[in-house]
T-cell receptor, first 115, second 114 residues
Framework: AQTVTQSQPEMSVQEAETVTLSCTYD???????LFWYKQPPSRQMILVIR??????QNATENRFSVNFQKAAKSFSLKISDSQLGDAAMYFC????????????FGQGTRLTINP | DGGITQSPKYLFRKEGQNVTLSCEQN?????MYWYRQDPGQGLRLIYY???????QKGDIAEGYSVSREKKESFPLTVTSAQKNPTAFYLC?????????????FGPGTRLTVL
C-alpha cells in the first residue's frame, strides 16, 4: 500500500518570503500522480498543483512550484512571495496511475504567515 | 453554478443512532468519494464509487455504508457500529481517467456524537 508522509506538522514564514513544505511517499508503482491541496480555515479543499511521475520537469503554478525527486520519492512544495492568504493546512496526496482514482493523503502541514 | 453540496453542515448524533450525510454534485462526474478527516491526520478514504450502482470500500469502511442509485448523489450512512464517528467528513467527485482528473471537494459535514 502507498503511504505519504509530511514530517512538518507546522511551519511559519514571514510575508513576502519563501517557504518549502516537505513530502515523501512510498510506492512500488512507476505510474502515479502527486498533488498538493490547500485547506484554509473554511475547510474547503483546493487543488494547488499536480505532477505526473513520468514528467521530469517540475510543475509550476504562479507562486507555487514543486521539487519532484522521483528516485528519492520526495515531492516538496515551494511557495514564493508568501501572502497572508496562503495561511492554511497543506496536504500532499498520491494517486495511482492505474485503477481507481482514490487519493492517499499525508498528515498535513499547518502554514502560518507572519505579517 | 456547478459544484458539490453537502448537508447538513453540522450534525449531532446520540450514541446508538444511525445518521446519513448527504452529498450531491451537478458536475456530471462519474466518480464520487467519501473521506474522513480527524485532527492531526490527513484525509482517509471511506468509500468510493466509479459508476452508478457500484462502489468499493476504502481504507476505513467499517461502520459506514453508502449507496449510489443516481449519478448525482452519494449518501454516506454512519452506523452505530462505527466506534468513534466524531469527525469532519468530506465528499469529492471527479471525472474518470487520465491525468487532468482533479477531485473537487464539497464544503464538508462536521459530525459530533453526544
Amino acid at each position: 500500500a502507498q503511504t505519504v508522509t509530511q514530517s512538518q506538522p507546522e511551519m511559519s514564514v514571514q510575508e513576502a518570503e519563501t517557504v518549502t513544505l516537505s513530502c515523501t511517499y512510498d510506492t512500488s508503482e512507476s505510474d502515479y500522480y502527486l498533488f498538493w491541496y490547500k485547506q484554509p480555515p473554511s475547510r474547503q479543499m483546493i487543488l494547488v498543483i499536480r505532477q505526473e511521475a513520468y514528467k521530469q520537469q517540475n510543475a509550476t503554478e504562479n507562486r507555487f512550484s514543486v521539487n519532484f525527486q522521483k528516485a528519492a520519492k520526495s515531492f516538496s512544495l515551494k511557495i514564493s512571495d508568501s501572502q497572508l492568504g496562503d495561511a492554511a493546512m497543506y496536504f500532499c496526496a498520491y494517486r495511482s496511475g492505474t485503477g481507481a482514482q482514490k487519493l492517499v493523503f499525508g498528515q498535513g502541514t499547518r502554514l502560518t504567515i507572519n505579517p | 453554478d456547478g459544484g458539490i453540496t453537502q448537508s447538513p453542515k453540522y450534525l449531532f448524533r446520540k450514541e446508538g443512532q444511525n445518521v446519513t450525510l448527504s452529498c450531491e454534485q451537478n458536475l456530471n462526474h462519474d466518480a464520487m468519494y467519501w473521506y474522513r478527516q480527524d485532527p492531526g491526520q490527513g484525509l482517509r478514504l471511506i468509500y468510493y464509487s466509479q459508476i452508478v450502482n457500484d462502489f468499493q470500500k476504502g481504507d476505513i469502511a467499517e461502520g459506514y455504508s453508502v449507496s449510489r442509485e443516481k449519478k448525482e448523489s452519494f449518501p454516506l450512512t454512519v452506523t452505530s457500529a462505527q466506534k468513534n464517528p466524531t469527525a469532519f467528513y468530506l465528499c469529492a467527485s471527479s471525472t474518470s481517467g487520465g491525468f487532468n482528473v482533479e477531485q473537487f471537494f464539497g464544503p464538508g459535514t462536521r459530525l459530533t456524537v453526544l
